[in-house]
Each structure stands twice: as C-alpha cells, then as structure tokens.
C-alpha cells in the first residue's frame, strides 16, 4: 500500500513538431490510494493538458516529451485503462453527454464494453449507479435524453459514468465550475463521499481554493507549466511559501465574507512558450529582487512533504 | 492538392474549353453535322485525330462544336436563375413575413417538383431551340440560389450598416440593390459556378434523350448517336463523355477554389 | 408529455426487451403534442405543394401546341375531329379556364388521368404498374449511396487532411463531374460488352423466365449496374456532406467525453458521431427524392429499365403530353408524400430536435 497508485516524473508536454516549446515541465508528482490531490493554477498553468496526457487525450500537435508515468506500479498505458481504472469528469456538463443517447445507453455502454455486462446486468448495474450519484428516480431517468436533465443532474450522471467501473482514480477538471454555488458545494459533497464509500483517489483539478480547502488531501499549486508549491492542505493554507499561493488565497473569498472582493492578481500569465528569464513569477511578484529575474528557483522541500521553488525560501 | 492549385487547374480547364469554343468556327468552319469520310474511322486516322461516327461526321469538328453549345446553354441558363433567384431570394428575405411565405412556398413548389422530368415536359410542350432549353433549365435551377441569396439577405439585413441606411431614409430598392447585394454576392458566384456544371450535365442528359436542338451539335447528341455502336465503336461515346467529365470537373475545382478564395474565414482544415 | 412518458416507463419495464419498448417509446413520441403540431403544420404545408402542382401543371396543358384536347388525345385521336370534340365535351374544355382549373382538379383527385390508347389501359393504372420497378431501383440506388456516403464520408471525417481524405476528395470530385448517363454506358462497356459478366439492361431474363428464388437472383443482377450508375452522383453528394458535418461534430465535448470512457475510435465515429451527424444527411435525402425520379429517366432509359423513368422516355418519343404530364404529377406528389416521411423519421431519430 506504499507503493503510490499514480506516479508522475519528470513529465514534459511540448509541441509534438517542436519538442523544446513545452507546455509542462519537468512536473513530478503522486497520487496515493484513495487520496484527494488538489492541483491549482490559473488557466494556461498546465493542469489540464497534464489531465490530458494522463489520460492520452492530448489534443493535436501536443505530445509528451520526456517523463516516466506509473500506474499502479506498471507502466502507464491511456488506452487501456481509460474508463476502467481512470474516470474523468469534464468542466461543463451540458456539453459533456451526447444529446442523441439516452442517459442509460451512455452507461450502459461503459460497462458493457469494459465489464462485459449483458444487456439486463448493464441496465441494472446503470440503475444502481445513478442511485449512487443520488439522482432522484433513476427509473425514470435512465430513459430520458440529456437535453431533459438540469447541469447539476447531468454532472451526476457524468459522475456515474466515470465511477462505473469502479477505477482507481477519477480525474475531476474543474467539475463545478459550470454549476450554480449550491449545486457546486452538493457536487464536491458526492465526490468527497464517493472517495469514503469506495475508495477512488480522485485528482482534482480547480483554480477555486474554497473547494480546496473543504475536499482536498494534498494540493499542488502550478504555474506557467511547473509545480511551484505542494504541500499537504493544512500546512498550505496556514503557512503558504510561494508568493504566488499567497496570492492565490488572497484571491480566494473567505467562507466568512463571501462578498468580500476579489483580490485581482496584477499582470498576465506569460506565455509558455515566452517565458521571463528567471522565475517565470518574478515580473507580476510583489517581493521580487535582482536574484528572481536571473535565474529560476529549483523546487525544494522546505518542510516534510512541504515544497516550494522560491529564492526566498529556498535552504 | 493545395486550395489555390484547385482555382488554377480548374480555371485552366475552364480557358482550354473556352479556347475550344470560341476556336470551333476557326478551326472547323464546315457544318459539324457534315459528312465528311467513311463512317465508324477509329481515331489516328490520318487527318482525322478522332476518328469518324457512324454518320462519317469528323468526331474532333464535334467536339469542338460542342464545346461551343454546352458553355452557351450551361452560362445562360446559370445567368438566368441567377437573376431569377436573386430577385426571389431578394425580396423574401428583405420584406420577409408574407412576402417571404409566399415567395418560399413557390420555391418549395419547384424543388419538389422533379427538376430534370420538368425540364424535359417543359421542352416537350415548348419544342427544342437553343432558347427554350436554356428556359427550361434556367426554371428548375434557380431554387439553389433564391434560398442561398434569401439566407443572406436575412442576416445582412440585421447589420449596422443597413440599420443605418435605413435610418436616413435610403429607399428600399437602393438598399437592396447598393448595400446588400453586393455584400451577398460572394457566396452566389460559388454557387453559379457549380451550377454551370450542373446545367451542362443536365443539357447533356436532355440531348441523351433527343432532346436537343437539332440543329447545334452538342456533347450529349454525340453520346446519343453513338451508344447504339458501343460494341464495335466504343470511342464515340467515350470521347464526349470524357470532354464533358473534364469540363464538370473544371468547373467544380474552379468553384472550389474560389470559395477558399472568397471565403476565407470557412476554411477548414 | 411528462406524465405520458413516466406511465410508458412503468408500462416498458414490464416487457422484458428493452428494444420493444424504446422503439413504442419513438413511436409515441410522434403523438406528443409538440410533435404532432409539427406535423400538423406539415401536412398543410404538403396539401398546399400539391395544389401548386396541380396548377403547374393545368398551366403546362395550356402551354402545349393545340388546345388541351389535342394533348389530351395524344397520338391516337389527333386529326379525328370528332374524338376531340368528345373530349372537349368530357373535360369541358369550352368551359371559361377557372371551370376548366376546377375539372381538371377534381379529375386528378378521382385519379382520372385519361387513357392511353397505345398501351390499350388507363394512365393512372400505366404508371402505376410500373412504379414498382422505379421504386426498386430507387430503393436500392439510394441505399447504395447513403450506405457509401456514410462510410466514405466519416472515413474522410476520421483523417480528415490525411492520404486517405485526399483519395476519397478525388473520388467525389470525380464523381460529381460524371453524366450519370455516361457512366451508364461506360459500366455496360466493361461489365457487359467487354467482361460479360452482367446483364447490359432489362430486368429479368426474358428466355429463362425463372420463378422463385432465381427469379430474385435475376432480377438482382440486373439490378447492380443500373442501381450503381444512379448512386454514383448521390454517394458523392453525401460524402462531401457527411463529411463536413463529421468534422463538426468531432470536435464536441462529448465525443473527448466518449474517448475518455474509454470507448473504441471506430465506435466513436460510426456510433457516437455519426448519430449526430445523421439528421442533415436525412434532410438532404429528402430533397433529392425528386431528383432521384428525374435520374430514373436517364438511368432507366440507359438500361431499359420497365420503370416509370423509361414510361417517360417512351412519352417523350412519342410526343404523347397527357402521359408526361400524368407522370411528372405522380412524381411530384410521390416526392411529397416522401418529404412526409423524412419529417416523421426526423422526429423519431432526433430527440433533441427544435421542431419548427
């Protein structure tokens, strides 16, 4: 039970025609059994396409370059456990679910093509499933079309289908963003649940730290393409290392005044493909110096399983 | 093939059958429908590079003649339902409502009705000249283009700039005809050069059936005459076939190209 | 429509095949009242073409060279003074030309569309005796293209901008520049002069007259080149079609959400996609019904096919208007009634349809 379930290193992501223009780089990282690891970033960060290529589903013109990916102690193979013992979960539930498919068809041919289930044992396994994902009147349900279903339904049946062949790990991006607040807190409260009753760790990709806070174990903070900052949560959120997590929380309505504004983060993302010399943080950094712009901060464990890659508290 | 290659082979096809046309009376000044030599001479024959037909007529002087009636009929009759459907697709989808249902409905009238059994009772009833075949061909192609013309109209009309026109009190046919139209104009010539294609072919088929002109050699004719030898002559049909493939041909990567060209914001790749 | 789908559920569970009761599910559909407004509103829309038709074609009577009697009489009666009086009588062709619309249209509903003289029975009854052999080679023509579409066009789809995409481009280029008439004739050349291997035309074997199973097999192949020679044109049109709507629908989220399921590339396409791809496709079939029949004339005529194609060609020889004209209504109301059609199968394979 040592052994981590996903083990991820030294992973570049580059344009396949062009293997020096990376979009991740040099990201390690695990995932053990039946954990919630939280990986955060503002959008470009990298924590998507690196969904993808676990999942070998990189769009077009993006490739791995280099990395060693492990799964369960094996080599990693996408195509095979796609499905099986990976479950991913999208963004926005209304596009997610084709509209010419019942919701049972979309189910069933899950277990069905992995499980082998017959047609009668597909269906009830698929009537189960959606009472798992606590959506009211599965019986209903399972004949009716996408279209007839609300977003936070939708994402439940989304959910079921990820979870259906029991896997090991579900890759989550962005599950609630497309959802209403109280939608959002219902469906992190599944999720959650779902990794007590059975297990799944679940890889939880959110640029919102609330939901961080309230579900994750661990959380890996990325920026520009790379890890700047992992650390269990606690320890994260009381003492964040990385300028750049510290604005993030600051970014981050508290539970308390969820009207208090937003701390803006000022500047732009750089483009992956343009970085700054240095750290790549260091032009939009408040506490930047001479040292920030010359050369990049190594990643280094600041306290046990707490990491960082700033100058500033680098040992 | 790149995009541009499709406009370049295609407008290339396009001049040789043009030069052809307009070399027919040069080159072959004689009356295409003479007889010149023995029937049924193979092509190589000396002095006659395509041979003759059944009737000793000079297959090569067709050819030439043929190219002549099939870029008359297939021009025309496009200009034609192009004017026809601009004007329909013009007014249903400037004035929409009732205008539009009932200018619509006539549309529908004439795409339900099958287009090439129309055209061959429209040319029964008319007789076959040069210009009743353009009508009849022009009367069941120009749905295409008053539906594509009234789509435009549709979205056009909603722009700011017409908005505005009509704001100062431009009078509804300067607006058509000065602001709309030639914003529209891109995606029907795209269209009218397939449709020349396509009313070619349909001229061909309608001579298939001895409904030509009996007095201009077409393509079609040729292939009519020809097909009761195809065992001992197969080339009689073939070469007219293949010159009327080729110019279908020409025409539609011509059209292809220039939709690529016009159009460069729907290019997918 | 709620409550009715809830009580069909607890009706459907009670069967034990669950295809039965998705299919009565389609079906029922149908009566929902969106639906049945839709197709409604159809109806009248069809009723109306109908009319228009008619009138179409009261005006090409008028148009043709004599007055309508002369039409009317065909080949037989012309020059018989007395027979075009009858016939004037009959149809009240001395009547001012609104009595004359009214007569004309009440003979088409009784389906009273004269009688040809030269084949010795009524038109109505003519055409319809020969529609079968249309309707077969119809049939089989266009299944052959929306078959060929649908596998050349998600191929193309699948690599798009690849070798195989460029081949399958030039095919369809090739094909839509081709006379079908031509091409006709070029598969007799090969398969019939120069192999032998299949029958150059008609529909069954005259000297043979085999009866049952060989009968089938007869008419099969006789059926192969003429069929192939009207799909050509067809498998074109929906390839290029279906191709384009495959690229679009590739790119959507549930299809990366299907991959992620885990499911099968071949299965992503054929099924996922292509189900959604599938309802321009069906409208476009629609719309060229009619373009099929006209089609049918050249095809039929090429291969002496005894259908209502070849019934036209023949009227068109023979000058014989009534016949044309009774042939070119039929058409076009059969073109509607296949309209009617595709919009129900619309409503039946879309369930996410905006019916408008």
């Known amino acids: 039970m040592n052994q981590p379930l996903l083990s991820v290193a030294g992973l570049d992501i580059a344009r396949s025609d062009d293997p020096t223009r990376r979009v991740v780089r040099n990201l390690s990282f695990d995932i053990a059994r039946g954990e919630i690891l939280a990986v955060v970033g503002e959008s470009g960060c990298g924590k998507t396409v690196t969904s993808l290529a676990l999942t070998g589903l990189l769009p077009d013109g993006l490739a791995i370059a280099a990395g060693t990916l492990a799964f369960d102690g094996a080599p990693l193979r996408p195509a095979e456990l796609r499905g099986r013992r990976i479950g991913m979960i999208f963004q926005d539930p209304m596009s997610a679910l084709n509209p ?26 698929a009537l189960e499933l959606l009472a798992l994902v606590r959506l009211p009147d599965p019986a209903r349900i399972i004949d009716t079309y996408p279209t007839r279903l609300s977003g936070g339904q939708r994402q439940r049946v989304v959910i079921a289908i990820a979870i259906a062949c029991n896997p090991d790990l579900v890759i989550a991006d962005e599950p609630t963003t497309a959802l209403d607040p109280t939608i959002q807190a219902q469906i992190m409260a599944l999720l959650a649940g779902l990794r007590e009753t059975l297990g799944i760790a679940i890889m939880l990709i959110t640029h919102n730290l609330g939901l961080v806070a309230q579900a994750a174990d661990r959380v890996m903070v990325m920026y520009a393409g790379r890890k700047v900052e992992e650390a269990p949560v606690e320890p994260l959120f009381a003492r964040p290392l990385h300028p750049y997590t510290r604005r993030l929380l600051a970014a981050t309505p508290h539970p308390g005044h969820a009207q208090s504004r937003l701390a803006e983060i000022p500047g732009l993302v750089p483009s992956v493909f343009d970085l700054p010399p240095g750290c790549p943080f260091a032009p939009r950094c408040d506490v930047a110096e001479a040292r920030c712009h010359g050369s990049e901060p190594a990643l280094a464990s600041v306290y046990a399983g707490h990491f960082a ?5 680098a040992p | 093939m790149t995009r541009h290659g499709a406009l370049w082979v295609g407008g290339a096809i396009l001049l040789a059958v043009v030069a052809m046309a307009g070399l027919a009376g040069v080159i072959f000044p004689e009356d295409p429908f003479a007889m010149i030599d023995q029937p049924l001479l193979w092509p190589g024959t000396p002095g006659l590079p395509l041979g003759t037909d059944s009737l000793g007529r000079d297959i090569m002087a067709d050819l030439f003649h043929g190219a002549r009636a099939s870029l008359l009929i297939g021009l025309a009759s496009t200009a034609a339902a192009v004017g026809i459907g601009i004007v329909v697709g013009a007014l249903a989808g400037y004035y929409r409502g009732l205008v539009d249902d009932a200018l619509m409905r006539l549309t529908e009238l004439f795409q339900t009705i099958p287009p090439f059994m129309l055209a061959i009772v429209l040319l ?14 022009a009367l069941v192609s120009w749905p295409a283009v008053a539906r594509l013309v009234r789509s435009e109209f549709l979205s056009l009309r909603e722009r700011e700039f017409v908005q505005s026109c009509r704001v100062i009190g431009m009078s509804d046919a300067r607006i058509i005809l000065q602001q709309i139209l030639p914003n529209a104009l891109a995606p029907v010539i795209v269209t009218a050069t397939v449709l020349v294609a396509t009313a070619i072919l349909m001229e061909a088929g309608l001579s298939f ?61 | 429509m709620k409550k009715r789908t809830k009580k069909l559920s607890s009706v459907g569970s009670a069967l034990s095949a669950e295809s039965t009761e998705r299919a009565g599910k389609k079906v029922w559909l149908l009566f929902s009242k969106r639906s049945a407004c839709f197709l409604a509103r159809r109806l009248a829309l069809a ?37 075009l009086a009858i016939l004037r009588a009959r149809f009240g062709l001395d009547q001012p030309l609104p009595v004359q619309l009214w007569h004309f249209l009440l003979r088409l509903v009784t389906f009273d569309l004269g009688y040809s003289s030269r084949y010795g029975q009524s038109v109505a009854s003519l055409i319809l005796e020969r529609l079968p052999a249309t309707l077969l080679l119809m049939g089989t023509a266009m299944t052959l293209a929306v078959i060929g579409g649908i596998v050349l066009g998600v191929t193309a789809a699948r690599f798009a901008g690849r070798a195989v995409d460029r081949v399958i481009s030039l095919i369809v280029l090739l094909l839509y ?31 043979v007259r085999a009866t049952g199973l060989a009968h089938v097999l007869d008419i099969g192949q006789h059926l192969i080149l003429p069929a192939a020679t009207q799909a050509c044109f067809f498998l074109a049109v929906y390839t290029r079609l279906l191709r384009a709507s495959m690229l679009e629908v590739l790119g959507l989220d549930h299809i990366r959400f299907a991959r992620a399921k885990g499911m099968p590339e071949r299965r992503i396409a054929f099924v996922h996609a292509l189900r959604n791809a599938l309802p321009p496709l069906i409208t476009m079939v629609g719309m060229n019904v009619g ?47 296949a309209n009617l059609v595709v919009d129900i199968l619309y409503v039946v394979i879309n369930p996410a349809v905006e019916l408008r």
């Open chain 3, 47 to 83: 009723l109306l073409i109908v009319l228009g038709i008619a009138v179409c074609n009261f005006v090409l009577l008028h148009m043709a060279p004599g007055d309508a009697a002369d039409a009317l009489a065909g080949e037989a009666g012309a020059g018989d003074p007395a027979y």
């Open chain 3, 291 to 337: 373009t099929f029949l006209g089609g049918a004339v050249l095809g039929e005529t090429v291969f002496s096919w005894p259908g209502i194609g070849r019934l036209m060609f023949d009227a068109v020889f023979q000058r014989d208007i009534n016949l044309l004209l009774s042939i070119l209504v039929l058409s076009s109301v059969f073109v509607v009634l």
């Open chain 3, 177 to 207: 520049g081709t006379p079908m008439f031509w091409s006709g004739l070029m598969l007799i050349l090969l398969f019939s002069v120069r192999l032998d291997w299949l029958p150059a035309g008609g529909m069954y074997d005259m000297r």
């Open chain 1, 100 to 125: 010419m498919f019942t919701i049972g068809d979309q189910i069933t041919e899950v277990l069905r093509a992995h499980l082998g289930l017959r047609r009668a044992a597909a269906r009830a396994r």
């Open chain 2, 124 to 137: 029964v009833v008319l007789g076959t000249t040069l210009a009743t075949i353009v009508t009849a061909i």
């Open chain 1, 309 to 313: 890659a700033c100058h500033f508290v």
């Open chain 2, 209 to 269: 059936l001895g409904l030509s002109d009996p007095n201009v050699m077409t393509w079609g004719h040729m292939i009519n005459m020809g097909k009761d030898q195809m065992r001992q002559a197969w080339y009689i049909v073939v070469i007219p076939g293949c010159a009327l493939l080729v110019t279908a041909l020409g025409l539609n990567l011509f059209g292809e190209g220039l939709n690529d060209a016009l159009n460069p914001r729907l290019r997918r790749q």
